[in-house]
């Protein structure tokens, strides 16, 4: 499997440098995903930007795990760089509904940064109540 990793203090963007997201590709990204998450980030923008196809929505299940891992470490997973037919088929499988999939890294990182902020203006508030 062929990727790139951008490293920030915030997030990190991963990009799948893959045309095809099928039953070879999907374990492995699930495994670098862990990776990622196990080092301490729990912000991650996929930029799947290169990918033409999904062989199978079932492939699709390691952008849940993604999903999973970033919640859990009360961050997000987003997902950019969707073309017609894969935001097609993220919708029959409902998983537009459950990402957050936007059109481009920039308005995933704004939106990372947002999170972040409010996050920490929560925190604040927080303990200004005690």
């Not at 509904?97 to 990372?112: G, K, Q």
Request: proline share 1%; glycine share 4%; hydrophobic share 40%.
């Amino acid at each position: 499997m062929k990727f790139t990793i951008d490293k920030h203090e915030k997030y990190i963007l991963f990009k799948l440098d893959e045309t095809r997201l099928d039953s070879m590709v999907s374990p492995k990204l699930k495994t670098e995903l862990i990776l990622i998450n196990a080092e301490g980030q729990r912000n991650i923008i996929l930029d799947l930007s290169t990918v033409e196809s999904v062989h199978e929505s079932s492939d699709l299940s390691s952008l849940l795990v993604g999903h999973r891992l970033c919640e859990k470490a009360q961050g997000v997973f987003i997902v950019v760089g969707l073309n017609d037919s894969l935001s097609h088929l993220m919708s029959v499988s409902q998983l537009e509904h459950v990402l957050i999939m936007l059109s481009t890294v920039e308005e995933a990182i704004d939106f990372i940064f947002m999170e972040e902020i409010e996050k920490e203006l929560n925190r604040e508030a927080s303990a200004g109540e005690k």
